[in-house]
Each structure stands twice: as C-alpha cells, then as structure tokens.
C-alpha cells in the first residue's frame, strides 16, 4: 500500500549521506492505518517508492511521523495512477494469451488474489496484515487446492451411487445428502471468494483514490 504524494512534505532537516553524492531527508509519512510498531509498509515521494518502517509504539491512522528517504536513492518508480484503474477490463490479455497471470486467474483465482494482498501486505481476508500473519498467497493457494481435493473425492463419492444401467442415482441412497453438502461446500466457497475479493477492491479503491 503506498501513499499518495498528498501524504507527507519533505522537511528542511538535511540527514547523513546514505548514497554517495544524494543526502538523506526526513519527510512526513501519513500512516495509511493502525498500524504496531516496526511494521513496515510502502510510501512515494516524487514518483519515487520507498519503504517506511513504523517507530516504535505504533501510529494510528492519519497519524504523521517523519522518516528518511533518499531522492533517487534506489528506490522503484511509483506506476500506480491515482484515481483510475491501472488497466481495463479488455486488457486481461495485453501481454498475450500464454501470461502466467491470465491463467492463473483463470484456473486459481484466489491463488493470484493471494499474491496482490501479498503485495498490497493484507492478510487473506482481505484487510490489512499484522506482523507474524500467515501469507495469504499460502493461505489462499491451500483452500484452492482443498477445494480440488474435495471436489475429486466427492465427484468419486457420487459416481458410486449412480445406477450403471439407468444412470440416475440408486434409491434410497446417501446420494442426494451427499451432493447437497458438495453444493453446500461450493456455495460457501463462492461466498467467501466475492467476499475477499471485494474487500481487496475496496482496499485498493480507497488507497488510490478511484
């Protein structure tokens, strides 16, 4: 999560030189949340990304604090827009049919959801992540490939109460109860991803002011 250029100002206060020939200044970093101390996030200065460590003690919201940066010091270049999508809906296949993200996407949606709240630091529910939480790219990855596993052993399940002949469940089997708990399982599972999904959208659209 980076700030916006709005969140801090430099300060006149010159610190020790961190690159040879660039000094180091302090500037005002708004604290995009609650966040403990230590933690460490993104901020931007001048198109420059930086990362800001939270003093000790930890900050509130919209709490200002001062931290160093380094103008041109290395950091990355902020490509994030401000108040817009980075990309359209159409642009799924901008950098060709064969992209790992395009079929990650489309074969392990919440896998890749894993990996922007990895990058965004939000835990897998989608709001922001406390020091010590698990990777929600791991986290989500392991339910996408429970969900696998189960719908396999349930499809075996089922198939093991069809009547070879006739081709519809045998009568007075566990069929029906066993399918309504797998329709139950993926109803619950569908929930859960527009939920985090959602919650990761609503983070980004408020951090980048869409």
Same mark, same amino acid.
């Given at each position: 999560?980076?700030?916006?250029?709005?969140?801090?100002?430099?300060?006149?206060?010159?610190?020790?030189?961190?690159?040879?020939?660039?000094?180091?200044?302090?500037?005002?970093?708004?604290?995009?949340?609650?966040?403990?101390?230590?933690?460490?996030?993104?901020?931007?200065?001048? #198109? !420059? *990304? @930086? %990362?800001?460590?939270?003093?000790? $003690? +930890?900050?509130?919201? #919209? !709490? *200002? @604090? %001062?931290?160093?940066?380094?103008? $041109? +010091?290395?950091?990355?270049?902020?490509?994030?827009?401000?108040?817009?999508?980075?990309? +359209?809906?159409?642009?799924?296949?901008?950098?060709?049919?064969?992209?790992?993200?395009?079929?990650?996407?489309?074969?392990?949606?919440?896998?890749?959801?894993?990996?922007?709240?990895?990058?965004?630091?939000?835990?897998?529910?989608?709001?922001?992540?406390?020091?010590?939480?698990?990777?929600?790219?791991?986290?989500?990855?392991?339910?996408?490939?429970?969900?696998?596993?189960?719908?396999?052993?349930?499809?075996?399940?089922?198939?093991?109460?069809?009547?070879?002949?006739?081709?519809?469940?045998?009568?007075?089997?566990?069929?029906?109860?066993?399918?309504?708990?797998?329709?139950?399982?993926?109803?619950?599972?569908?929930?859960?991803?527009?939920?985090?999904?959602?919650?990761?959208?609503?983070?980004?659209?408020?951090?980048?002011?869409?």
């Amino acid at each position: 999560m980076s700030t916006t250029k709005q969140d801090y100002e430099p300060m006149a206060v010159a610190m020790p030189t961190a690159v040879k020939g660039v000094p180091m200044v302090e500037v005002l970093v708004s604290a995009p949340s609650h966040l403990p101390g230590g933690y460490i996030f993104d901020a931007a200065a001048n #198109g !420059q *990304t @930086f %990362s800001v460590t939270v003093p000790a $003690g +930890g900050v509130s919201r #919209g !709490q *200002t @604090f %001062s931290a160093p940066f380094v103008p $041109g +010091g290395g950091g990355v270049s902020a490509s994030v827009p401000e108040g817009r999508w980075k990309d +359209g809906l159409c642009d799924c296949c901008m950098f060709g049919c064969c992209h790992p993200a395009l079929w990650m996407g489309i074969c392990c949606r919440l896998a890749l959801l894993g990996q922007v709240q990895n990058r965004l630091r939000l835990n897998w529910l989608g709001v922001r992540a406390n020091p010590g939480d698990r990777s929600p790219f791991k986290v989500l990855l392991g339910i996408t490939i429970f969900a696998m596993v189960w719908s396999r052993i349930f499809s075996n399940l089922l198939k093991g109460y069809i009547d070879p002949n006739t081709g519809l469940p045998i009568e007075g089997s566990p069929f029906w109860t066993i399918y309504a708990v797998n329709i139950a399982f993926f109803f619950a599972l569908g929930v859960f991803s527009i939920y985090v999904i959602l919650k990761t959208r609503r983070y980004i659209r408020e951090s980048s002011g869409i």
